[in-house]
């Protein structure tokens, strides 16, 4: 087998790609199907050229790993296409799998495109932060019509084949062996001529309102990003000059993203992502159990939203409470947020009901018994959750899973409690729990292998991204943002307003700055921590000015008052009064507010999260500096376009990220000054270390 073989059907020629894992268009690919074309090129007894997919799928895409190769080296995508494009016999395209990016531009060079009907065709190039780069961006328009086109290039998102059917993009649902239809296809098409070409045909529904209002759109969804825009001035060449030209313009805007720090980013988190499910000791050969009921204790916000997560995936799950009124409330919390699900329309009453039957509520934690994991979600107490794990550990049936959804606290003590730490496990699910995509699994001392892998491979099944993280106070992600809690917490103390200081982060992508974060947590949240770890450290009461606004009764979003104050619409204002709060304390404390510009506030507080970052991946309670940048993009609003933080600091240059650091009073964590003394990346750690 070659990486395209060439088989005959009689009068036509079958192109096979052979690409494991996803047929992308990697080196060698081109050069197959460019041979194979050659041959029917050559031969008067070939009528017709069929190009399909080996295994899985059709070519699902560029080779992202050759992006970074120099022009000359990368596959010949484009060639390819333009040769198909002048192609004098007909070729089809038969897909099954995903033809995405590349792939379906592949198919678009072809004269027509034959599908299975479960297959999907898109071009998700946007979300790599790129664009289109071989005719999609002008041959889509001319296919489906400028509007269609411009939400399919916009969003990334695939289509089925049988939409795509519909709308001209492919020509045929084969029923049954694909090859067989492709071929019968292809024969029925031989003697078509003139050969009809998708690079002939005009844009329809091209109006300037159509773009403009694309225009508008990007503002929104896709703020501070390049290639969206890219995307629609391409579009909207399409429609207003010829093929060639537009053709020509969008190798050149290829280019121009691909080599942008937001398309280096996207690219990052693509393969952090993947690399993220990758534990070292774990292998597929792991026992693994299924799980089939689930267990959750607390129905409270995030038990209750942790519940979701498993009705969702079909699975059963007990919820317990200790009092009533407490159960009820969390139920009718999950029907309703059900039923705006379902006046959304994005699901039918019939789901709602059939998601809100796998649920069983209980007030009697023995109903527990035969649950295959059990999710402990109660509020942060140790002494509470011990004593729920002492119980847990006289009711749960042997090879249950334990696990706490604790977003701070020692696992290992929580374990010590029960006869079985190696079935314990932390769980940590971000809030909103039904939403965020993020899944801190934390390994503790003891927890089995098995257990570990039962967890990963849970995540998947619930569509949460799952990063293993070990145990420490906070673990990765809350670890992190306490630190740039206390950074900004710093900022306003040395002049800054907190809107300003918001701003700052707002600029870099993230939707809340830290202080709007706060409020939407709850101010109480962090009172209770600082309040807690000075009281264990033998410290006085801390006394910040943010400690002041909580003592106000001031608690956040939930008070309708915080730091900012707010109404229904949930905007924060800032509030006049706790303005004078922040200068009083100033005063009280001898301290001459200066001007903190935003460059600076942004700088140290990303920088903050770096240093914090570095010193865990030298305690190795992160694996990869990869996974710390899964976790704040899938748990804390990182931009993904900068890639994590780790990635962000590896763009702007580590050696300038340990100057900053130093000039405005961190001390750079040993990791971090040496990857910048020796001119390295935190892509480079990961490699030396394996794990990139
Ligand atoms: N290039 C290189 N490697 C790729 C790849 C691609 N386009 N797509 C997937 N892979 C790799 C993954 O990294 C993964 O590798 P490991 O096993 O080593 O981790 C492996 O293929 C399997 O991928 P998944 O784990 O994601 O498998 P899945 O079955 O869950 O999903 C998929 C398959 C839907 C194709 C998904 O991988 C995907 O969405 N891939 C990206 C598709 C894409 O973005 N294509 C456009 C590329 S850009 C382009 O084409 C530019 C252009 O216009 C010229």
Same mark, same amino acid.
């Given at each position: 087998?070659?990486?395209?073989?060439?088989?005959?059907?009689?009068?036509?020629?079958?192109?096979? =790609?052979?690409?494991?894992?996803?047929?992308?268009?990697?080196? $060698?690919?081109?050069?197959?199907?460019?041979?194979?074309?050659?041959?029917?090129?050559?031969?008067?007894?070939?009528? *017709?050229?069929? =190009?399909?997919?080996?295994?899985? +799928?059709?070519? *699902?895409?560029?080779? &992202?790993?050759?992006?970074?190769?120099?022009?000359?080296?990368?596959?010949?995508?484009?060639?390819?296409?333009?040769?198909?494009?002048?192609?004098?016999?007909?070729?089809?395209?038969?897909?099954?799998?995903?033809?995405?990016?590349?792939?379906?531009?592949?198919?678009?060079?072809?004269?027509?495109?034959?599908?299975?009907?479960?297959?999907?065709?898109?071009?998700?190039?946007?979300?790599?932060?790129?664009?289109?780069?071989?005719?999609?961006?002008?041959?889509?328009?001319?296919?489906?019509?400028?509007?269609?086109?411009?939400?399919?290039?916009?969003?990334?998102?695939?289509?089925?084949?049988?939409?795509?059917?519909?709308?001209?993009?492919?020509?045929? &649902?084969?029923?049954?062996?694909?090859?067989?239809?492709?071929?019968?296809?292809?024969?029925?098409?031989?003697?078509?001529?003139?050969?009809?070409?998708?690079?002939?045909?005009?844009?329809?529904?091209?109006?300037?309102?159509?773009?403009?209002?694309?225009?508008?759109?990007?503002?929104?969804?896709?703020?501070?990003?390049?290639?969206?825009?890219?995307?629609?001035?391409?579009?909207?060449?399409?429609?207003?000059?010829?093929?060639?030209?537009?053709?020509?313009?969008?190798?050149?805007?290829?280019?121009?993203?691909?080599?942008?720090?937001?398309?280096?980013?996207?690219?990052?988190?693509?393969?952090?992502?993947?690399?993220?499910?990758?534990?070292? @000791?774990?292998? %597929?050969?792991?026992?693994?159990?299924?799980?089939?009921?689930? $267990?959750?204790?607390?129905?409270?916000?995030?038990?209750?939203?942790?519940?979701?997560?498993?009705?969702?995936?079909?699975?059963?799950?007990?919820?317990?409470?200790?009092?009533?009124?407490?159960?009820?409330?969390?139920?009718?919390?999950?029907?309703?947020?059900?039923?705006?699900?379902?006046?959304?329309?994005?699901?039918?009453?019939?789901?709602?009901?059939?998601?809100?039957?796998?649920?069983?509520?209980?007030? !009697?934690?023995?109903?527990?018994?035969?649950?295959? =994991?059990?999710?402990?979600?109660?509020?942060?107490?140790?002494?509470?959750?011990?004593?729920?794990?002492?119980?847990?550990?006289?009711?749960? /049936?042997?090879?249950?899973?334990?696990?706490?959804?604790?977003? +701070?606290?020692?696992?290992?003590?929580?374990?010590?409690?029960? +006869?079985?730490?190696?079935?314990?496990? $932390?769980?940590?699910?971000?809030?909103?729990?039904?939403?965020?995509?993020?899944?801190?699994?934390?390994?503790?001392?003891?927890?089995? !292998?098995?257990?570990?892998?039962?967890?990963?491979?849970?995540?998947?099944?619930?569509? %949460?991204?799952?990063?293993?993280?070990?145990?420490?106070?906070?673990?990765?992600?809350?670890?992190?943002?306490?630190?740039?809690? !206390?950074?900004?917490? /710093?900022?306003?103390?040395?002049?800054?307003?907190?809107?300003?200081?918001?701003?700052?982060?707002?600029?870099?992508?993230?939707?809340?700055?830290?202080?709007?974060?706060?409020?939407?947590?709850?101010?109480?949240?962090?009172?209770?921590?600082?309040?807690?770890?000075?009281?264990?450290?033998?410290?006085? %009461?801390?006394?910040?000015?943010?400690?002041?606004?909580?003592?106000?009764?001031?608690?956040?979003?939930?008070?309708?008052?915080?730091?900012?104050?707010?109404?229904?619409?949930?905007?924060?204002?800032?509030?006049?009064?706790?303005?004078?709060?922040?200068?009083?304390?100033?005063?009280?404390?001898?301290?001459?507010?200066?001007?903190? +510009?935003?460059?600076?506030?942004?700088?140290?507080?990303?920088?903050?999260?770096?240093?914090?970052?570095?010193?865990?991946?030298?305690?190795?309670?992160?694996?990869?500096?990869?996974? &710390?940048?899964?976790?704040?993009?899938?748990?804390?609003?990182?931009?993904?376009?900068?890639? @994590?933080?780790?990635?962000?600091?590896?763009?702007?240059?580590?050696?300038?990220?340990?100057?900053?650091?130093?000039?405005?009073?961190?001390?750079?964590?040993?990791?971090? /000054?040496?990857?910048?003394?020796?001119? %390295?990346?935190?892509?480079?750690?990961?490699?030396?270390?394996?794990?990139?």
């Amino acid at each position: 087998m070659s990486i395209v073989d060439q088989t005959r059907q009689d009068d036509v020629l079958v192109l096979t =790609i052979n690409n494991p894992p996803v047929n992308a268009f990697s080196p $060698g690919v081109p050069e197959g199907l460019k041979a194979g074309l050659d041959a029917a090129a050559a031969d008067d007894t070939v009528r *017709a050229v069929v =190009i399909i997919g080996g295994g899985r +799928t059709f070519v *699902a895409g560029a080779d &992202i790993r050759t992006f970074n190769l120099p022009r000359e080296q990368s596959p010949d995508l484009r060639g390819t296409i333009q040769k198909l494009d002048g192609f004098a016999k007909p070729t089809v395209a038969a897909i099954h799998g995903t033809a995405l990016g590349g792939g379906l531009e592949l198919a678009m060079g072809c004269t027509y495109r034959v599908a299975v009907k479960d297959a999907q065709v898109g071009l998700p190039e946007v979300k790599l932060g790129v664009l289109p780069g071989a005719g999609g961006t002008q041959r889509l328009p001319r296919v489906v019509g400028a509007q269609k086109a411009l939400e399919m290039m916009l969003s990334g998102n695939p289509i089925r084949a049988t939409e795509a059917h519909q709308l001209g993009l492919i020509d045929r &649902i084969v029923d049954g062996d694909l090859l067989a239809g492709a071929v019968e296809f292809a024969r029925e098409m031989a003697d078509a001529r003139p050969l009809p070409r998708i690079s002939d045909r005009p844009v329809e529904g091209a109006s300037p309102e159509v773009f403009a209002a694309a225009r508008e759109g990007i503002k929104k969804s896709h703020r501070g990003q390049l290639s969206p825009s890219l995307i629609i001035d391409l579009a909207e060449m399409a429609a207003t000059v010829p093929f060639q030209q537009g053709w020509d313009a969008e190798a050149g805007k290829f280019m121009e993203a691909k080599d942008s720090p937001q398309s280096r980013g996207l690219r990052h988190i693509f393969f952090a992502e993947r690399e993220s499910a990758r534990i070292p @000791g774990i292998t %597929k050969d792991t026992p693994t159990t299924e799980i089939k009921s689930a $267990g959750i204790i607390g129905a409270g916000t995030m038990g209750g939203g942790i519940a979701m997560n498993f009705l969702n995936a079909g699975i059963p799950v007990t919820i317990v409470e200790t009092a009533q009124d407490a159960l009820d409330r969390g139920l009718a919390v999950i029907r309703r947020n059900y039923e705006n699900t379902a006046k959304k329309g994005r699901m039918t009453m019939d789901d709602v009901e059939t998601r809100m039957g796998l649920l069983t509520p209980t007030v !009697d934690m023995t109903a527990l018994k035969d649950a295959d =994991i059990i999710i402990e979600a109660v509020y942060e107490n140790m002494d509470v959750k011990k004593d729920i794990f002492t119980k847990l550990d006289a009711i749960a /049936k042997p090879g249950a899973i334990l696990a706490s959804n604790t977003s +701070t606290l020692d696992v290992n003590e929580i374990a010590s409690v029960t +006869t079985r730490p190696e079935s314990v496990i $932390g769980l940590h699910f971000f809030s909103p729990a039904n939403v965020m995509k993020l899944l801190e699994i934390v390994r503790a001392d003891k927890t089995s !292998d098995s257990v570990l892998a039962t967890s990963m491979a849970l995540a998947k099944k619930i569509r %949460k991204v799952g990063v293993v993280v070990g145990v420490c106070d906070g673990f990765v992600g809350n670890r992190m943002v306490h630190r740039y809690g !206390d950074e900004a917490r /710093k900022i306003v103390e040395e002049g800054a307003r907190p809107e300003d200081v918001d701003a700052s982060m707002n600029a870099l992508g993230l939707p809340m700055g830290p202080f709007q974060m706060s409020d939407m947590a709850g101010l109480d949240i962090g009172y209770a921590i600082r309040q807690h770890q000075a009281k264990v450290a033998g410290k006085l %009461k801390p006394d910040g000015w943010l400690d002041r606004i909580v003592e106000r009764g001031r608690k956040g979003q939930k008070t309708q008052a915080g730091i900012y104050d707010y109404d229904e619409t949930r905007r924060p204002k800032p509030n006049a009064e706790m303005q004078q709060l922040i200068e009083d304390y100033r005063a009280e404390k001898g301290i001459t507010p200066r001007e903190i +510009t935003p460059e600076e506030s942004t700088k140290r507080l990303a920088y903050s999260l770096v240093n914090e970052g570095a010193k865990i991946l030298e305690e190795g309670i992160a694996q990869r500096a990869g996974d &710390i940048d899964v976790i704040y993009i899938y748990g804390y609003g990182f931009p993904a376009y900068r890639g @994590g933080p780790m990635q962000y600091a590896s763009e702007q240059g580590l050696s300038s990220v340990v100057a900053d650091l130093e000039k405005y009073g961190q001390t750079p964590a040993p990791l971090l /000054k040496r990857l910048a003394d020796e001119g %390295k990346t935190f892509a480079d750690y990961d490699a030396e270390r394996g794990r990139g």
